[in-house]
């Protein structure tokens, strides 16, 4: 029998802070998603002086227009906003109007689909690092952001070895991951150990990134990162998944659609904890909009209300958040399961474009603040996960961190 769904229509905020690459802020603003060249499921880095563009995007939720302007922030390696001015690193001018917009055509939510592009013929820019573009209302009374991107500029002048082992310094193809690699830096490094910056993503996470990891040897002009401890990470279990593409034809993943309140209600099968490894495929927490109605997906794609459930006895001392993308990856009140006492499951909902979504749950102790996640989905080295090493430089006397290299290895692909 289906469980019993409570139809809501409320929309939440996703403040997510030192979240993932993209996040909205105001519960009228969704599905912000940066591509790099418009490509699906790249990292949102772009070469430096190359031919490379970055894709922006979000979603207003209506068809009213908003004078939108982003800002380009630049920021150091742990994504705090570096010293520099605008014009040490912009070539062109700050604050652009988005010019891009169209309304969306035949869906039950209206909204209005804005994009940008960077480089282009207002701005280009001229240092490597880490940035943020900071998306403004010029009408708002407050001068604050109501999306905001990160992405970073690489000048590749270093060379990766790297790979990852589930044979790790605290278990033998039991739980974990090691991440071990060597980076072949430039003369112009005088001293790795204080000028370079690893900084080491699972799945493009920013809850469990791995910073301030010492090397283990340093000789001719190689640094090597091996048998460190930083660099074990919880295994986890691959990401679950569902389609809506067509509310007629359920997808993957999906048990039923209701229409009510004006929208369609997707309500997902109950999810049962992981005692072993599903695997399964996943994206590795990515989101992918799409549809089968019409041509243009940005804007014939609907916005649904998706429901989530998990079937596991109530645990204290914590609570359990949905995790991906697609909501900013932020353990947010937006994000947070409630519990149904009567029935005995974790609950919530969001409101999504139609397309393919990866999603996880995972456990926040209110104790330790430690993320786990167990009970949900356990930890099981055969997992696939894709780890991104970022290395930066700082020279004596620079005020930012340059981007020399980034390098990705996948553990157990198929």
Not at 38 to 67: K, Q
Not at 135 to 158: G, M, N, Q, R
Not at 179 to 202: M, W
Not at 274 to 299: A, C
């Amino acid at each position: 029998m289906l469980r019993s769904v409570v139809i809501s229509l409320a929309l939440f905020v996703v403040l997510a802070v030192n979240a993932q690459s993209s996040r909205s802020f105001l519960p009228s603003v969704r599905s912000a998603q940066v591509l790099l060249n418009g490509e699906w499921g790249t990292l949102p880095v772009m070469r430096l002086g190359g031919d490379d563009m970055l894709h922006f995007s979000f979603d207003e939720l209506s068809h009213i227009y908003h004078r939108y302007t982003y800002r380009v922030v630049h920021c150091n390696a742990d994504w705090s906003p570096s010293d520099l001015l605008e014009i040490d690193y912009i070539e062109g001018f700050n604050d652009v109007l988005i010019e891009e917009w169209e309304n969306s055509v035949n869906t039950n939510q209206l909204y209005t689909h804005y994009a940008f592009t960077i480089p282009n013929e207002n701005m280009s820019l001229k240092l490597s690092g880490n940035y943020r573009v900071e998306v403004f209302d010029d009408e708002a009374e407050e001068d604050v952001p109501v999306a905001s991107f990160d992405f970073s500029v690489v000048e590749p002048l270093v060379s990766f070895e790297a790979g990852v082992s589930g044979d790790t310094d605290i278990s033998f193809n039991e739980r974990h991951q090691q991440v071990s690699f060597a980076v072949h830096y430039p003369s112009f490094v005088s001293s790795p150990s204080a000028e370079l910056k690893a900084v080491v993503y699972q799945n493009g996470r920013r809850d469990n990134v791995v910073r301030d990891i010492l090397p283990t040897y340093i000789t001719n002009g190689v640094v090597e990162y091996v048998n460190n401890e930083k660099l074990i990470f919880d295994a986890g279990n691959e990401y679950r998944r569902f389609e809506i593409t067509d509310p007629n034809s359920p997808g993957e993943g999906v048990e039923e659609v209701v229409y009510a309140g004006g929208l369609y209600n997707v309500i997902l099968y109950m999810d049962k904890p992981r005692v072993s490894h599903s695997n399964y495929r996943d994206e590795n927490g990515r989101f992918l909009v799409n549809t089968f109605e019409g041509f243009g997906t940005q804007i014939e794609a609907d916005y649904v209300n998706v429901h989530f459930a998990l079937d596991v006895p109530r645990i204290a001392d914590g609570e359990l958040y949905l995790l991906g993308d697609f909501c900013g990856n932020g353990f947010t009140p937006a994000n947070k399961l409630s519990y149904d006492d009567e029935d005995g499951y974790y609950f919530t909902s969001q409101l999504l474009k139609m397309g393919v979504y990866n999603y996880r749950y995972l456990w926040l102790s209110s104790v330790n603040g430690k993320v786990l996640d167990a009970p949900a989905d356990g930890n099981f080295y055969e997992t696939e996960n894709e780890y991104s090493i970022y290395i930066y430089y700082r020279g004596i006397g620079d005020r930012a961190d340059r981007l020399l290299g980034v390098h990705s290895v996948v553990y157990g692909a198929r």
